[in-house]
């Protein structure tokens, strides 16, 4: 446990950002293993097509278009759901070697292995 | 190590570290078996993992769509039945925490209109959706009759 290596998630709504359409934050949850943090996103709904994962100035964004496949001209008797894509903005310092992260989306679920920067794993120091 | 987290919170709180201490309470025994399964289960219940998912419900002029959000859920873990005018869907997730795995189910049922032909309902689940189509009976659908005016 380190104090550099820190994961806070942002709450960044549309209209702060000033983006044209509406997104909701999808479920998420985060562990942590010797060499790799990884995060799950729930995201039904979302196809690889529809998915976009950038990671910019130790901002790793998650951004998911929802697929719908159902015939035009439908009648919504109740919706629960909504038709946002989603959006998750997580903010890492350069704990995360950017160059080695792996995704990989399955039905609906995208669970992603942030491997941990060289600089960011604990180091043994010989004493002479 | 710094993680801001919102899933179970309550995760701790069966095992203080003082042992029970003051948070026991001094009723009867019921209570403080209520006590002991309501800390222990209060992460479930608070949390979104679990219970109940989003349902949605179209209709067009042939049939009625059910469509649940069931993320990560495999194909022969989904049960869909149709009771006495209802839709039941039950789904179980297994979720992996570090070496753990542990069953997260979930069930909803929906109440579905008289005319459906129960016998020819279908289901389709594609990336993390379900999609049920409940097929009108033909005497439900609209029909258009036309009348010849001499």
């Known amino acids: 446990m380190s104090m550099f290596n820190t994961l806070i998630p942002s709450f960044h709504r549309a209209a702060a950002n000033g983006d044209p359409y509406p997104v909701c934050r999808p479920q998420f949850e985060v562990d942590e293993t010797e060499g790799a943090y990884g995060v799950t996103v729930y995201l039904p709904g979302v196809s690889k097509e529809g998915l976009e994962i950038t990671d910019e100035d130790g901002e790793l964004r998650i951004t998911g278009k929802r697929a719908t496949k159902l015939p035009e001209g439908l009648a919504a008797l109740h919706r629960e759901s909504s038709d946002a894509a989603f959006e998750l903005l997580l903010t890492h310092d350069s704990a995360v070697d950017t160059a080695k992260i792996e995704a990989e989306l399955k039905d609906g679920v995208l669970r992603l292995a942030l491997a941990k920067a060289e600089s960011a794993k604990p180091r043994k120091i010989a004493i002479n | ?150």
């Open chain 2, 1 to 150: 190590m710094r993680f801001i987290q919102y899933t179970n919170p309550n995760t701790l709180s069966i095992a203080p570290a003082s042992g029970f201490g003051g948070r026991f309470p001094r009723g009867d025994i019921e209570d403080q078996i209520d006590w002991l399964f309501g800390t222990a289960l209060a992460g479930f219940a608070g949390s979104a993992r679990g219970g109940q998912f989003p349902v949605d419900i179209f209709e067009d002029k042939d049939n009625t769509y059910v469509r649940a959000e069931l993320p990560g859920v495999k194909r022969d873990a989904i049960g869909v039945e149709i009771v006495d005018g209802s839709l039941s869907i039950q789904a179980t997730r297994n979720e992996k925490s570090g070496e753990a795995e542990t069953a997260v189910s979930f069930n909803r049922l929906v109440s579905i209109p008289d005319e459906v032909q129960a016998d020819k309902v279908s289901a389709a689940y594609e990336n993390g959706v379900l999609t049920v189509t409940l097929p009108k009976k033909e005497e439900a659908k609209p029909k258009k009759i036309t009348v010849s005016v001499n």
